[in-house]
Structures are given as structure tokens and as C-alpha cells.
T-cell receptor, first 110, second 114 residues
């Protein structure tokens, strides 16, 4: 059974700081997905990482994938309040969908 | 690009009443379709997935059912709701067999069973 673990599950940080969210998964997969969810809203796709060593960046967010370590990271640079949300990583690639981590609830304070 | 439409957005239903949530997809043909449920707080639980018309796979035993009467239509139903069915239901779709594609989510349906 595929398991996806995120840590931390809750993170409160100040604007301007850097931090990293970690996502570990239990079985081999060459695809890793990151989503963002605002309170009361649906999920928004952020990144799709398709191969070992893949790195993608969008604004202050950068995601990377190490398939050998079964680890993905989501790095936040110089955080701003607008990045406050819950971030999910997910693994899978077949027709039976994605398996999600429990999510990281991120609060960025002024 | 692909768009997932889902309705109703919010509903409050009494215990024992029926349920029907509908989802339609624009912008792609023959997508894989999914129903997820998110209980208060966090985690997404996959309920059903479908790879084609009339093809439904269930991930968890429950009093819910799903149907796919058309290529881009996915319906979640229940004959008699339980209190434990309350939650945020998300329809999703994608072509995961294609390199680089992801799963896109609808706007979600908030269900409160009272």
C-alpha cells in the first residue's frame, strides 16, 4: 500500500523567512504532485515532477524530487502572507488516481 | 485546458435522504475521473475512479455509489445518507497516462448531513 507522509503538518512562520516542507512516499513512483488548498476551497495544481532530480519553480515556491530517496521538497523563499494555505503532495500515475499526504497547514504572519 | 464543473456547491440533507452530486468535464476526451472526500480538517480519501463510460472502481466500502453515464459526466449518489457522510466532496479528472498531465479538481461540494 502506497503511503505518503508530509512534515510538518502545521507550520507558522514569519514573512520574509525561508522554509521547506517535506514529502516522503513508500513505494517507487516517478511522478510527484504538489497542490495548494485555500480554506473552504478546492485544490489548485502547483507542480508536477516527473523524473529524478526534477526541479520546478513558480514565484517564491520551488519543488524538487529525489526518486531514489523517495522524497520531494517544497521550498518557500522569503514567505509572504498570500502563501498561507494548506499544501498537499500526492503520488501516483496510474488510472487509479493519486494518493495524498495529510497536508501541511502553513500560516505566514506579518 | 481542462475544466471540471461540479454541483451543487453546498447542500444540507437530513439523515436517510438521497444524494446526487454531479460533475462534468470540459476540454478533454476520455479522461480518468475521480471522486474524493475530504473530512473536516484534512486528508483526501479516494472514493471512486472511472477510466471510461460505465466503468467504476470503488476504493472503500460505503453507502455511496458512482456512475459514469457519459464520457465527461460523473455522478456520486446515495440512497440513504448517514451522518458520517458529511464532508467536502471533490470531483477530479485527468489524463495521467500522458506525460506531464495532472489531475484537476472541481470546485467541490460541501455536504452536511443533519
Amino acid at each position: 500500500e502506497l503511503k505518503v507522509e508530509q512534515n510538518p503538518l502545521f507550520l507558522s512562520m514569519q514573512e520574509g523567512k525561508n522554509y521547506t516542507i517535506y514529502c516522503n512516499y513508500s513505494t517507487t513512483s516517478d511522478r510527484l504532485y504538489w497542490y495548494r488548498q485555500d480554506p473552504g476551497k478546492s485544490l489548485e495544481s502547483l507542480f508536477v515532477l516527473l523524473s529524478n532530480g526534477a526541479v520546478k519553480q513558480e514565484g517564491r515556491l520551488m519543488a524538487s524530487l529525489d526518486t531514489k530517496a523517495r522524497l520531494s521538497t517544497l521550498h518557500i523563499t522569503a514567505a509572504v502572507h498570500d502563501l498561507s494555505a494548506t499544501y498537499f503532495c500526492a503520488v501516483g500515475g496510474g488510472a487509479d488516481g493519486l494518493t495524498f499526504g495529510k497536508g501541511t497547514h502553513l500560516i505566514i504572519q506579518p | 485546458s481542462q475544466t471540471i464543473h461540479q454541483w451543487p456547491a453546498t447542500l444540507v440533507q437530513p439523515v436517510g435522504s438521497p444524494l446526487s452530486l454531479e460533475c462534468t468535464v470540459e476540454g478533454t476526451s476520455n479522461p480518468n475521473l475521480y471522486w474524493y472526500r475530504q473530512a473536516a480538517g484534512r486528508g483526501l480519501q479516494l472514493l471512486f475512479y472511472s477510466v471510461g463510460i460505465g466503468q467504476i472502481s470503488s476504493e472503500v466500502p460505503q453507502n455511496l455509489s458512482a456512475s459514469r453515464p457519459q464520457d465527461r459526466q460523473f455522478i456520486l449518489s446515495s440512497k440513504k445518507l448517514l451522518l458520517s457522510d458529511s464532508g467536502f466532496y471533490l470531483c477530479a479528472g485527468g489524463l495521467l497516462g500522458s506525460v506531464g498531465n495532472t489531475i484537476y479538481f472541481g470546485e467541490g461540494s460541501w455536504l452536511t448531513v443533519v
